[in-house]
């Protein structure tokens, strides 16, 4: 028994042919060169998901980038930062989209509106989008076109940033 107790609280060593663990043991200059590779490893990935990051920055600022143009940012030509850029339409356009009462039918069910989920009333106040011809709420509609020119419901592009340009039919 004394025999057992004495190998128990000796440490366990490992040992295969001619390698135990002395061998994998590091020290001095061998730690400091592991911590400046992995510092430098560190570095280079960081800087690389960095110029990852600008380059799709830059993409999305770029108004051509979609159609593969390579078209100057107007915005920051005109000296606007890029934090004040916008994906909406102008306030103009905006502003240009008729307002009419909604008319209730007697067989149609309720409708309402898909921003703010609420139904149409007889008589209220409604805007229908100039080409997919979808029925909103004017302050609903309004604050989604003022960034985003499509339509909330189908993505129907409504037209250029331009009021000059945007198609309005009135239905």
């Known amino acids: 028994m004394a025999s057992m107790a004495s190998q128990d609280s000796q440490p366990f060593h490992w040992h295969y042919g001619e390698l135990d ?3 994998f043991q590091i020290h001095g200059k061998g730690l400091l060169l592991i911590v400046i590779l992995f510092a430098v490893l560190l570095f280079f990935t960081l800087l690389c998901l960095y110029a990852k990051w600008v380059c799709r920055y830059r ?3 770029s108004p051509g980038a979609a ?3 390579h078209q ?3 915005n920051l030509q005109a000296g606007v930062p890029p934090s004040h850029h916008r994906a909406g339409l102008d306030p103009a356009v905006i502003g240009r989209i008729p307002v009419q009462l909604h008319a209730a039918s007697p067989a149609e069910e309720a409708v309402q509106c898909s921003i703010c989920l609420s139904n149409f009333v007889e008589g209220e106040k ?3 989008l ?3 011809h979808h029925t909103f709420h004017p302050e609903c509609v309004d604050k989604w076109l003022g960034t985003h020119s499509s339509c909330p419901l189908c993505r129907a592009a409504l037209g250029d940033a331009d009021p000059d340009r945007i ?3 009135v239905v």
């Open 130 to 132: 100039p080409r997919c």
């Open 72 to 74: 100057p940012n107007p």
């Open 167 to 169: 198609d309005i039919a």
């Open 59 to 61: 993409r999305q600022l």
């Open 21 to 23: 663990d002395k061998n």
């Open 67 to 69: 159609a593969g143009g």
């Open 126 to 128: 409604v805007k229908v």
